[in-house]
């Protein structure tokens, strides 16, 4: 196994998903202030599943998100 390969391939993996995740959750909590279901000094929880079918891992990741 080439080392750099897989550390590089890991990180743009994980770039994708740090990405994509930033994007809904602005939005999601930008919706949730327009319509008046959030203040804007709440916490929010959060929580990402990482799965590698392949390789039978499946880890949930579990937070908060402060919005003040």
Do not use: C, H, W, Y
């Not at 319509?35 to 880890?59: C, I, Q, Y």
């Amino acid at each position: 196994m080439n080392e750099d390969a897989f550390n590089l391939q890991i990180r743009k993996f994980l770039k994708k998903v740090g990405v994509t995740s930033q994007r809904e959750i602005e939005k999601a909590v930008r919706e949730a202030m327009e319509s008046g279901a959030l203040r804007g000094d709440e916490k929010v929880r959060a929580s990402v599943t990482l799965r590698l079918p392949d390789l039978g891992v499946e880890l949930d990741v579990d937070g908060t998100i402060a919005l003040d």
